[in-house]
């Protein structure tokens, strides 16, 4: 399947239709672009490049122009790459992007099956669980961008993003089409629609799972009206909702969700506590010898099925709660979601390791909401035993993470190590010491370098005791001072040393 041809014509009158071009510079609007990148790295002939971001330098725009680039887009003019290269000046790089991205790659998700899953927490395991399934129900692989893989027939590789910028998930979108592809389900941030990456894309399906204080900073949100804003934004661009009853500001959510114009049908999931307000709800979740167990239930159609996955932590139940729900709403038979529940396990969530007395349990728990419910669940499952707890706080952004990591982790564990998690621009030790000073009365110990921290605390361990390693799940490196340094991973750490140890 070829992507279509546009040229730079198509393009400007798009753009000033919507108020976007303030001059330009086009030789030849007939030309046909070649190719659509934000990233110097990746050029091809006859590029159009787009210049943004906080940290774009004018380096960049020079590295592409040499590479192929013969067109630029900016909010400013760049006179160092010479006349010969065109140029669009723009006052809203982004919402330009959000704009020619699907133009290009001929509006994609359009002929796709869209599900889409927002929420503070679990929305990497609820995305899986729902792949997973709709993989077993069409006999075949079925699209996926998630904040550890995107897969889209072409590609199977890592990612690094929840949700992509809209070159790179217009891109996927095109190469699961060209794959045959029918479903495709992703993750959508709050940072997608406060940076404008699904600007006009529409959903089929919209799972909100829940919503927590988080992401405040000047890099991401200023304050929880404005996050609050953004994850509902989503669920005006859906057509077939599922909502978690139990979420905070339910009322504003569902409020949201009735606003979509392409409004089709809201679902409501939740706990059995709350089962008289809600369609399908989960109750008789059980710690099992691998995994959980629980029933799901819906009163008023008579409906009730046994699942089983394959992932500990009670709390997962209720992120397979949101895909049954949704599933259901498909259409699609239980038979099938069994089977994609059963197959899922994700890297460095909720893995857990046992030896000679010890559990290592690593977990990508890194907020308030997620490490309430991690140490809930440990609370139940692990009641008499010792929880020595290991990780930080990011730089530069959700700064209020820091005394939530206290508040939650610190409390709940009976030692800690502080250490590193994304420091970016800042100090680590100056962010430990942040944190440390919020839980004076826990022992704890800052150790910068991870690998250490981890090594020491597994190291450290008794029979019995459990060692909780937090946020990093099984990301194999630490953002630092805007690049990816390799990290080898909790998970490599903990097995490696753990099935050492006598």
Known sequence: MDKPKINYGQVIDLLSKNGLVERYSIKNPEQEIGYISYTSEDIAENTLFFCKGARFKEQYLSEAVQKGAVCYMSERKY???????????????????AEIAPLYYGYPYQKL??????GTKGKTTAAHFIKNILDEFTNSETGLSSSIQKY?????????????????????????????????????????????????????????????????????????????????????????????????????VLEAAKSSESLKQITLFGGEKVKNSCDYYYSDVKKEARGTSFCVKNDKTGYFA?????????????????????CKTLGIDDESIKKGLLKTKIPGRMEVFENGGVTVIVDYAHNL??????????????????????????GEKAYRRRKDFADVAGKASDYVYLTAEDPQFEDVQTICEEIAGYMPSVPHQIICDRAEAVTKAVNGAKPGDVVVLLAKGGENYQKVRGKYEFYESDVTIAKNILYQKA
Request: one cysteine or more; charged letters at 25%; aromatic letters at 10%.
């Open 369 to 394: 909401l997620s490490f309430t419910k991690l140490y809930e669940s440990l609370s139940i499952d692990y009641p008499n035993q010792k929880i020595i707890s290991v990780g930080g706080a990011p």
């Open 79 to 97: 006179d160092s790459v010479g006349q010969k290269t065109g140029y669009i000046i723009t006052n809203d790089i982004r919402r330009s992007i």
């Open 113 to 118: 099956t869209l599900v889409g899953v927002t």
């Open 152 to 252: 889209t027939g072409r590609r199977s590789e890592e990612s690094h993003l929840n949700t992509p910028e809209p070159c790179d998930l217009q891109k996927y979108f095109h190469e699961s089409l060209a794959s045959g592809i029918k479903y495709f389900t992703m993750e959508v941030s709050s940072q997608a629609y406060k940076a404008d990456r699904v600007r006009g894309v529409t959903f089929d399906n919209g799972i909100f799972l829940n919503i927590a204080e988080d992401h405040i900073s000047p890099a991401e949100h200023e304050n929880f009206e404005d996050y609050l804003s953004c994850k509902t934004e989503f669920l005006k661009n859906c057509s077939n909702i599922v909502i978690n009853c139990e979420t905070d500001c339910f009322d504003r």
């Open 306 to 326: 046994e699942f089983t996955i394959m992932m500990p932590g009670r709390f997962n139940a209720e992120n397979a709660a949101a895909a049954i729900a949704m």
